[in-house]
């Protein structure tokens, strides 16, 4: 064998080899949970490493008047387990797409949403949204997709402007008409193209669908937020026994080690929290931490 060929044959597997040490030292997503702030102690002494809140209920200036904001926002910056983002984005009355769409109210909601978010020190707005992106009965699909990448857009740069990073939520066909899989979400993320609209994987929902880890994959570089429960009843994890792995393993052959929050239908989180913690905690060691 020439040394050219040597060498070259020498820094591949060098290279290899440094990918493989990097992945097996990469750090573990951290967990957190959606859930209300309210159960703050709780959640950080069941090992919860941040919360997901509800928009509807902290933020928005449908819902929530600026006293009683002003009320959320004293105890958010003082808990043990800080606030990450929040979820609910955007009302159902406020139409994204269709005939009915209002750009300006929408657009006048969002801003409001993002400076208060902003104040209280929030990072994320996962847009899942179902009624609001709803596709009514017999409007055209494609002219849909194409009000929804404008709208979505503009609230992104809108975003932008309070530092807050949006992450468009995979939402099953039950839940929502349009933008049920990870594959679609993509789509529209890349047609958006812009740093502050990005990719939620939701493994629920992902289950739902009946979709393949394997689409995680396509994500790299575009996922920035991951939500996971079990598919039956939408249960806390370890009560059915979900194997999360397969989609652990594709986030991590992407190397994601961003949040993954606990998404669940708890039927009473003191009991269950601190085992769905451990639960997802094994999973996830397992897979980023293996030798």
Known sequence: MKIKQLLFLLITASIAGT???????????????VHEYENDSLLHAQGYSFLVESTQKIFSPA??????????????????????????????????VGP????????????????????????????GSGGSRQVPDGFDRTEARAQ????????????AQYDIMLAVENLNSREANHINTVAEALEVVKAVDHKNF????????????????????????YIVYCELAEEEGRSAPGVHGEDFRPYLRALHSI??????????????IAV??????RSVREQIEEVYHSR
């Not at 269950?272 to 913690?277: L, M, R, S």
Request: proline letters at 5%.
């Open 19 to 33: 990918s493989c040490i990097a992945q097996k030292n990469m750090d573990a997503p951290k967990i957190g949970v």
């Open 63 to 96: 819902t929530v008047a600026e006293p009683e904001y002003r009320e959320h926002l004293s105890t958010l910056k003082t808990m043990r387990t800080p606030l990450l983002g929040s979820n609910l984005f955007i009302p159902g009355h406020l139409k994204v």
């Open 100 to 127: 009915e769409t209002d750009e300006q109210a929408v657009l006048e909601y969002v801003e409001a949403v993002f400076q208060r978010a902003r104040d209280a020190g929030s990072e994320f707005i996962i847009w």
């Open 148 to 159: 929804f990448v404008s709208m979505a857009r503009k609230v992104a740069v809108l975003a």
């Open 198 to 221: 990005r990719l939620c994987v939701d493994i629920y929902h992902m289950l739902m669908e009946n979709e393949a880890p394997d689409v995680i994959k396509e994500g790299k570089g």
């Open 255 to 268: 190397g994601y080690s961003g949040p993954i929050a606990l998404e669940c239908r708890w039927k009473d």
């Open 272 to 277: 269950q929290g601190a085992e769905a913690y």
